[in-house]
């Protein structure tokens, strides 16, 4: 076992409860490729904006797209600062004492500067990130026309300044409350799946591709 990897700067060295902090890449990549969702905070105009949205990594790039007429994206795209997070809540911590009640959860923090994906490279960027939705999903549906690429923007960030938090302990109480009678312990929480249901549009005699048929959103 080597030494715990190092914040890269200060700005993401952990104070609050700096012994949930991570930050090897392992650790790192395992978080952010386990969301589908991400949050990108920036500054517009003197006001900051926090966008959900969906992410994708290749290497050490997280991406994530939209539309051209988006204000995020054609805000960013001018190469301005960015904070990106992904967060899964992974439970809720009943304690003994009110104020200890918490959540478990992992949580990515990444600080850097947005950057356009150029034409050449848009190509590969959303058929990884349609894939990482369902292996093949790319090559199955039609092809993108001119119109909508020429509508789509992709934009990312380059994961170096880079933190994550994992809190999946018990309650921090005291030691006279661990002595009491009272009830604590933890809820596993997971993003569920439903039964898949067909577009009720779809024609007759259209099988479910394997995509469909296999997806599996497990927690990883
Ligand atoms: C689902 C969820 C629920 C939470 N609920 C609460 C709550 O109710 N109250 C509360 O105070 N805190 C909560 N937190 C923790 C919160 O995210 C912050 O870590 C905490 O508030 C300390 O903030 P700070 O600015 O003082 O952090 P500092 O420790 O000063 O942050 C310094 C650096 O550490 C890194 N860092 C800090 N927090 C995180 C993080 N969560 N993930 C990755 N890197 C991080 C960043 O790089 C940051 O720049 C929650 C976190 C999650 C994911």
């Known amino acids: 076992m080597g030494e715990p990897a190092l914040p890269f700067s200060d700005r993401t060295r952990l104070r609050r409860y700096h012994w949930l902090g991570k930050y090897d890449r392992d650790t790192i990549n395992s978080i952010?490729?386990?969301g589908i969702i991400c949050q990108v905070g920036y500054v517009f105009n003197g006001e900051p904006?926090?966008?959900?949205?969906?992410?994708w990594r290749i290497d050490d790039y997280v991406y994530?797209?939209?539309?051209?007429?988006?204000r995020?994206?054609?805000?960013?795209q001018t190469g301005i600062p960015v904070c990106f997070t992904v967060t899964h809540l992974d439970?809720?911590?009943f304690a003994r004492a009110a104020m200890n009640h918490n959540v478990q959860f992992r949580s990515v923090m990444a600080f850097g500067n947005a950057e356009l994906v150029e034409e050449d490279k848009k190509r590969e960027a959303l058929a990884a990130f349609t894939d990482k939705l369902a292996p093949g999903l790319w090559d199955y549906a039609r092809p993108p026309s001119e119109q909508e690429w020429l509508a789509t923007k992709v934009i990312r960030m380059r994961l170096e300044d880079v933190s994550a938090k994992i809190n999946d302990v018990f309650a921090g109480d005291e030691e006279e409350d661990l002595a009491s009678d009272l009830w604590s312990?933890?809820?596993p929480l997971y993003v569920g799946q439903g039964e898949i249901i067909p577009d009720p549009r779809?024609?007759?005699?259209?099988?479910?591709?394997?995509?469909?048929?296999?997806?599996?959103?497990?927690?990883k």
């Open 64 to 70: 994530w797209h939209g539309s051209s007429a988006s």
């Open 49 to 55: 904006y926090v966008t959900p949205t969906s992410h």
């Open 32 to 34: 952010i490729d386990a």
């Open 202 to 219: 779809l024609a007759p005699g259209i099988e479910m591709p394997d995509f469909a048929r296999l997806f599996r959103y497990t927690r």
């Open 91 to 93: 439970g809720i911590v």
């Open 185 to 187: 312990g933890a809820v």
């Open 72 to 76: 995020m994206l054609k805000t960013q």
